[in-house]
């Protein structure tokens, strides 16, 4: 069987919109992913949305895509939308140029999306471009526990459904 669930960071390793990364990285540090049955998630690092995106999520049943987001919050907000959602909003909250929004609805149009698909972002600054802008903002980091929280719980949610129950024995 494929794997179930795919978690996805999405971002570059500049400034800010490295905060997908980073997530998928301190959800690896943090064990979540270890209580899982043995090949029941992936993770993956994309540097943005477009068809490496959907192939990521293509046959999965859960897929967790986590993303830097401007919507004109503080910087550190966290966002959880189920993709029903996010495929409603007038601006896609995504900082690359083929946003989030219109990779996912592709992908639908496709078929090739997981049956439950949520979007994590984290609030940062508008890009500017600066070759002095490669860390990113201190602040953001304050969000990642919460960010694990929701995540951890969601995998919760998720994990309760039989079969992945009868893979644990």
Request: net charge negative; with cysteine.
């Amino acid at each position: 069987m494929a794997t179930p669930i795919r978690i996805c960071g999405v971002g570059s390793p500049f400034g800010d919109d490295q905060i997908g990364w980073q997530a998928v990285e301190a959800l690896k540090r943090s064990k979540v992913l270890e209580v899982l049955p043995a090949g029941t998630a992936m993770t993956y690092l994309c540097d943005r949305p477009g068809p490496r995106l959907l192939e990521i999520l293509k046959g999965a049943e859960l897929g967790i895509i986590i993303d830097a987001m401007v919507s004109g919050a503080t910087p550190g907000t966290l966002k959880c939308v189920q993709f029903d959602s996010l495929s409603m909003l007038e601006s896609p909250y995504s900082t690359h140029g083929f946003d989030l929004a219109s990779t996912l609805a592709l992908g639908a149009a496709l078929g090739e999306l997981p049956h439950q698909l949520f979007i994590y972002g984290i609030e940062i600054e508008p890009p500017t471009v600066s070759l002095q802008n490669i860390a990113p903002n201190p602040t953001l980091a304050v969000a990642m526990p919460k960010l694990i929280t929701n995540i951890e719980n969601t995998l919760k949610v998720f994990c309760q459904r039989p079969f992945l129950k009868a893979q644990k024995g």
